[in-house]
């Protein structure tokens, strides 16, 4: 016996009604006991995969087994083997809980006992023992998502599907269900579960292995970690102050380039509030974010505050040295001119040119911006400022961190034209007349 | 046209015990949902309150018998019900599909066979209940008389309030599976319900309406179930029973087969 539970052959799926092309030719394997997860932005062909493995829908092309049961040619030993919770929810609100269960182990042809005790056990199991002879229409969203795990479990299959079984809820009830989803993985039950989502938490949360699908074609398919790897090392991400100079990031992005170390580089551009504090440093481990802008931003209305963490934290003159010129001015003008001969030299310097107006509150908020993935960020960074000091760019904020799923996610998903291609439309038509004909 | 699975599974046979909770569904809806039922009743009583005492006065004559008319339309109405809640009933498929309760019936591992099969009793059992109802409140309010025959007849009117009422819910269940919203609902109700009701001859005597009007009716297959309700209830009929029977057996498998099938090609998604 395989250790495959779910094997997928050159699966494709086409809606011949909407000229779409759902499922591209996918082929993947999902080990015994795993979960696996399904990651891809709206309309990228998870759900379309799930109805094909769940005999929904036929497939156009291809072949896919589970539990070793061919979908096409076993569809009800496929259907005995899984439970599925369907995206939308698909209980009857008119009757009670334990009667949608009790449909549900009659319609699987479980025997009266054993329905019975399975029903109290998964009733257990999502916590809802209480609430069974409560009309499913006075359930709450949480609820009946657990409720329709719970059916989902109820004849014991080896594969549970959840499709987004997440979308929609509060924060805590995402977490009560993350950890059921463990629970019912790890516990003695040992169910292989496939989970779709379009939440990245989620999938880097659950998932042993996540596919990354877009456009109905896997783009992506390994461990949380090792897709991390795969754009490994550090991301930069460098801000650069609004000048004249500006139209030179491209170029310098072709320098950058040839510098060892350097994967690649993305331009884009930020919209960034005035009011945001830019945290362009490590922040110590321990320390929340949050309570360390509240901080700055304390420290920032009161001069002499100012002053002091100035002389004492060369993190904090750096910190204003790369503020933006609002914010700068804003600080600037915090201070009285007596003041200003305890200010620390370099500070002092910025603080009296701007007094003096030397610089103009520019119009456009828009700063530009490169995210650079290279091996060793601490290595690459001196270097890196330095190609762009020489020529004579101002960077604003640098931001360096480690590569997260979102960032796996737009690498391989990429924030690109989502339109088709006419090709591809006329690739997809021209399938879709070749098996008319054929029939 | 895409094809679903089921129809070639090897397990495509039937599952009675899912068939018995499927159509325990249904009763259970009509039964809890108390403003349904309560409607239901009421709409029934409305109708034999108001025709009956509006067409008391029309002397109603079948083959020199003379009829009393709060009997002919009480029958008649009962028949009306076997249409109103047959093809209302067939809409309760498009409620599951519109919440998502088809999807949980169609991955189950049954037979599409077992649902429409299920479904369709379930629905059956509902208006024959329903009928049955009507039946009694008529018969308390005395428009039948008092007759011991008429046991007998609120006996035998079930075998053909089930036979009646097999070929409109297989119409409901080919209209609900193909409806993708409630908006066309409407529709069915002007062109399909109405014409059907009216011309039925469930509220005026057949020898009495132009001939135009007699032969539409005659084209109207439900025409049929409502002329032997009254053979069974009244002891009259236009129409000679054979032919009664075999319009409403045709009818009745015609709607059966269609909305089987389709119910094997309906696409949930």
């Not at chain 1, 709206?42 to 769940?54: E, M, V």
């Not at chain 2, 049955?132 to 609120?154: H, K, N, Q």
């Not at chain 2, 309406?209 to 236009?238: E, H, K, T, W």
Request: net charge positive.
């Amino acid at each position: 016996m395989s250790d495959s539970i779910i094997e997928v052959k050159r699966l494709t799926k086409i809606y011949e009604d909407g000229n779409v092309l759902a499922v591209d030719d996918i082929s993947f394997e999902i080990k015994r006991g795993e979960i696996f997860a399904l990651l891809g932005p709206n309309g990228a062909g998870k759900t379309t995969t799930i109805s094909l493995l769940s005999t929904l829908l036929f497939p156009t092309k291809g072949e896919a087994k589970v539990n070793s049961f061919d979908i096409q040619k076993d569809p009800d030993r496929v259907r005995k083997s899984i439970g599925v919770v369907f995206q939308e929810p698909s209980l009857d609100n008119e009757m009670k809980a334990y009667e949608n269960l009790e449909l549900h182990g009659v319609l699987y042809g479980m025997p009266k006992k054993q329905r019975r005790e399975k029903i109290q056990e998964v009733l257990k199991l999502v916590g809802l023992e209480d609430k069974a002879n409560v009309y499913v229409k006075n359930y709450s969203g949480g609820m009946k998502r657990r409720l329709e795990i719970a059916r989902g479990l109820l004849h014991e299959p080896k594969i549970l599907f959840l499709d987004e079984p997440t979308l929609g809820l509060d924060p805590q009830t995402r977490r009560k269900i993350w950890d059921k989803i463990k629970e019912l993985n790890q516990g003695n039950l040992e169910i292989t579960i496939l989970i779709t989502t379009h939440y990245m938490d989620e999938a880097d949360e659950l998932a042993d292995r996540i596919c990354i699908m877009d456009r109905g074609k896997i783009i992506a398919l390994d461990t949380s970690e090792n897709l991390k790897k795969q754009i490994s090392g550090d991301i930069i991400d460098i801000e650069f102050e609004i000048t004249e100079d500006r139209t030179k990031i491209p170029t310098i992005i072709n320098k950058l380039k040839e510098l060892s170390g350097i994967k690649n580089i993305s331009l884009g551009s930020t919209q960034k509030n005035g009011e945001e504090i830019p945290l362009n440093f490590k922040l110590p481990p321990n320390v929340d974010p949050e309570t360390m802008k509240a901080r700055i931003r304390e420290t920032m209305s009161d001069p002499k505050k100012l002053i002091a963490a100035w002389k004492k934290y060369p993190m904090a003159s750096q910190m204003f040295m790369n503020a933006s010129i609002e914010m700068k001015i804003r600080i600037a003008n915090l201070f009285a001119d007596d003041l200003i001969e305890q200010i620390p030299e370099e500070i002092k310097q910025e603080i009296i040119k701007i007094k003096k107006g030397e610089y103009k509150n520019n119009e456009t908020t828009s700063t530009p911006i490169i995210s650079i993935s290279c091996e060793n960020g601490g290595k690459s960074l001196p270097l890196i400022i330095q190609k762009i000091n020489d020529n004579n760019l101002i960077v604003k904020s640098v931001h360096m961190h480690q590569p997260k799923l979102e960032d796996v996610f737009l690498h391989f998903v990429g924030s690109a034209i989502r339109e088709e291609s006419s090709d591809r439309v006329k690739s997809i038509k021209n399938m879709i007349q070749m098996k008319q004909l054929r029939r | 046209m895409i094809k679903t699975n089921n129809l070639n599974s090897k397990f495509a046979i039937v599952n009675y015990a899912a068939i018995w909770i499927l159509a325990k569904r249904e009763l259970y809806e009509f039964f809890r949902s108390k403003t349904r039922l309560i409607t239901s009743i009421a709409q029934g009583l409305l109708f034999l309150l108001i025709f009956s005492s509006g067409f008391a006065f029309i002397n109603i004559n079948i083959g020199g018998v003379a009829i009393d008319s709060r009997a002919f339309v009480a029958s008649g109405i009962a028949a009306i019900i076997i249409l109103f809640n047959g093809i209302f009933g067939g809409m309760s498929i498009l409620r599951d599909k519109m919440f998502g309760f088809m999807k949980e019936l169609i991955v189950a591992p049954v037979s599409r066979r077992t649902l429409m099969t299920g479904k369709t009793l379930g629905l059956t059992l509902q208006t024959l209940i329903h009928v049955e109802i009507l039946l009694g409140l008529s018969t308390v309010m005395g428009f039948f008389g008092y007759d011991i025959s008429l046991i007998l007849r609120m006996i035998l009117i079930i075998p053909v309030a089930f036979l009646a009422s097999l070929g409109i819910v297989g119409m409901g269940l080919t209209i609900s599976t193909r409806l993708k919203d409630f908006q066309s609902f409407g529709i069915i109700q002007t062109f399909i319900v109405m014409p059907m009701f009216w011309f039925s001859g469930a509220l005026f005597a057949f020898n009495n309406v132009p001939f135009f009007m007699q032969v539409i009716i005659m084209c109207n297959p439900f025409s049929y179930s409502v002329d032997l309700f009254r053979a069974v209830l009244l002891g009259v009929s236009f129409f000679p029973i054979w032919l009664d029977l075999t319009v409403m057996t045709l009818f009745g498998i015609l709607f059966i087969l269609l909305g089987a099938r389709s119910f094997n090609r309906m696409e949930v998604s």
